[in-house]
């Protein structure tokens, strides 16, 4: 339904980024109907891979703005020293991604690049970022819609980390992926993307080499 509104009509409602106690990024907003109103909360879902068929435990969060970052960080903390990590961008790619990847990477070392670019993690609407052990078949994925979705059993440490940010298990919780929505960017923000991959040493990635 944006198609509809006038440029005025869209610009106020791009401007909106408080509902109730949650604020949203910069990075997406919800469509102007509000069929989905953000909201704090997690639930469980379940992953099935579309080739084997196995079944991977999933927890799928959306968080306030304020908490995002340091609650993002502490669930990557859980997956141990060294992991690897997945940079997505769908800038400029006509509702496609591009993926880029790092192996072996020591996690302090990520943490503090990661902060070093923390408006542009939370505030692209068209970058996507996953950190991942393939050894424990976990990963924590900070999405293009700011949503922290983690995968892998067991599920307990992740949920210690969201309740210990004052975020709670909802199983009726309904995200912003889940309706209409908008995604926002910039030339700089893709330009920070850009810099962000050469600081993390990233190539190309190839079809397979995510868990997830």
Excluded: W
């Amino acid at each position: 339904n944006f198609g509809s509104l006038t440029d005025e009509q869209l610009e106020s409602h791009l401007e909106i980024s408080t509902y109730g106690a949650f604020e949203l990024t910069d990075a997406v907003r919800p469509s102007v109907d509000l069929k989905v109103i953000p909201r704090q909360g997690f639930r469980h879902e379940t992953y099935v891979d579309p080739t084997t068929r196995t079944k991977v435990p999933v927890i799928m969060a959306a968080a306030s703005k304020h908490r995002l970052m340091e609650l993002f960080m502490e669930m990557i903390s859980t997956l141990g020293p060294v992991v690897d990590v997945v940079l997505e961008t769908s800038h400029y790619h006509g509702g496609t991604h591009e993926d880029f990847y790092r192996e072996h990477m020591d996690l302090p070392v990520l943490k503090s690049i990661l902060y070093d670019y923390e408006d542009m993690l939370l505030n692209d609407g068209c970058t996507g970022i996953a950190v991942l052990n393939p050894k424990r078949q976990q990963e924590v994925q900070f999405d293009e819609h700011k949503m922290v979705i983690s995968y892998g059993s067991p599920l307990e440490s992740f949920e210690r980390v969201l309740i210990g940010h004052d975020v709670y298990l909802d199983q009726d919780i309904q995200f912003l992926t889940e309706a209409e929505h908008v995604h926002t960017s910039s030339d700089q923000m893709f330009q920070e993307f850009q810099s962000l991959t050469m600081r993390l040493g990233m190539e190309l990635d190839n079809d397979d080499a995510e868990f997830c």
